[in-house]
């Protein structure tokens, strides 16, 4: 069975920087690409950042992109999330989630990735 487990969420104020990462247990890392999804209150959640799982390839959603990076350390297990020029509306829970696939697909939808994090709290003060 496989866990996902986050850190790194917390308060900080708009503009500043805050590092997330989801270490991954109970099967091969390497054989799942991973993302990041947000949901804020009265909100779905909604895709933030993919990542394959070589690393080669990644993906971000309209809100973040040149402002967050994704990326993954195979021989630590974990998936990391670099959040820069935060803003209140990236005020969220993040969580982490893994999809089983070998290619070099990412998927933004959440129905696709077969294991999540039990979230983390970001909050970005005005």
């Known amino acids: 069975q496989v866990q996902l487990q986050e850190s790194g969420g917390g308060l900080v104020q708009a503009g500043g920087s805050l590092r997330l990462s989801c270490a991954l247990s109970g099967r091969s890392f390497s054989s799942y690409a991973m993302a990041w999804f947000r949901q804020a209150p009265g909100k779905d959640r909604e895709f933030v950042a993919g990542i394959s799982w070589s690393g080669g390839r990644t993906f971000y959603g309209n809100s973040v992109e040149g402002r967050f990076s994704i990326s993954r350390d195979n021989t630590k297990r974990t998936a990391y999330l670099e959040m820069n020029s935060l803003r209140p509306e990236d005020t969220a829970v993040y969580y982490c989630?893994?999809?089983?696939?070998?290619?070099?697909?990412?998927?933004?939808?959440?129905?696709?990735?077969?294991?999540w994090g039990q979230g983390t709290q970001v909050t970005v003060s005005s």
């Open positions: 989630a893994a999809d089983y696939r070998l290619n070099q697909i990412i998927s933004r939808t959440k129905d696709d990735y077969d294991y």
